[in-house]
């Protein structure tokens, strides 16, 4: 198992109970995850899944060249830019600009921590 930290750029629901994410990861850069039965009805961790949320995952070691599959999801913080309604919507905006910019992007602990400072900074309500 290896773990890393990462923000959450966007997901898809994938069939009825799992997600594929897209994550900038500090270790790997831009990674694509499975999560299996992130969306059963006992499990209280599909609130996790929210923009630019900065996660820490367990990844099982899998075949090369297939997609890695989470195996374990924990939230590091949490953050109010959820409940503010300008704060979220620059969040969705800068997420999904992420999204499609970093798709190439291998590791680069520069574009992480300013990821980590401008949630930061939204966070202190610095976003006027």
């Known amino acids: 198992m290896n773990s890393q930290n990462g923000f959450l750029l966007s997901f898809i629901k994938y069939g009825e109970n799992d997600a594929i994410l897209h994550c900038f990861t500090e270790e790997e850069g831009f990674q694509t995850y499975f999560l299996k039965g992130i969306y059963t009805k006992k499990n209280k961790k599909k609130a996790f899944l929210l923009p630019l949320n900065k ?3 367990s990844i099982r070691v899998g075949k090369t ?7 374990n999801l924990e939230m590091l913080n949490l953050h109010d830019v ?5 704060a979220n919507t620059v969040v969705f905006f800068i997420s999904d600009f992420l999204n499609q910019i970093l798709k190439n992007e291998n590791k680069n602990s520069t574009v992480f921590y300013l990821i980590d400072e401008f949630i930061d900074q939204l966070n202190s309500k610095n976003y006027q």
């Open 82 to 86: 959820y409940t503010d309604i300008k």
């Open 65 to 71: 060249g297939s997609m890695q599959t989470i195996s």
């Open 55 to 57: 996660l820490n995952f």
